[in-house]
């Protein structure tokens, strides 16, 4: 059973994000902040991490160039939601080491989709 960790302080996006991916069988780890996000990373090491951009704490982007510079969790696939649809944010989020980000509101069923395909090419 793959785990997944969810980093957003958004009640309403964590409640989509666990229906929608409860329907895959995995193990989700719900965090608020991002300096508890990196204490999840660190310890839980889950096999695939979805981060808001803006967290308390730390940001999605501290967390994704925590996340690389990891030696343990390095290759763990980011999937980064934010409310910013620039282009150039979506570009220094993907430069930075995202492997995917989605402006919200989003179809549930597109993350779904991609964080399977993730999960499977990083087994």
Do not use: W, Y
Not at 13 to 32: G, Q, T, Y
Not at 83 to 98: D, M, N, S
Request: charged share 20%; proline share 6%.
């Amino acid at each position: 059973m793959s785990t997944i960790l969810i980093a957003d302080d958004d009640p309403l996006m964590i409640r989509l994000l666990e229906f929608n991916l409860k329907r895959l069988s995995c193990r989700l780890l719900v965090c608020r902040e991002g300096l508890g996000a990196e204490q999840l990373l660190k310890v839980e090491k889950p096999d695939l991490a979805i981060i808001d951009v803006m967290l308390p704490g730390k940001s999605g982007l501290e967390l994704i160039e925590f996340v690389r510079s990891e030696p343990e969790i390095a290759s763990m696939p980011l999937i980064v939601v934010t409310g910013h649809g620039e282009h150039q944010v979506h570009e220094q989020l993907l430069e930075a080491g995202a492997n995917h980000v989605f402006t919200k509101p989003f179809a549930p069923s597109l993350l779904q989709s991609t964080v399977q395909e993730l999960l499977n090419q990083h087994a």
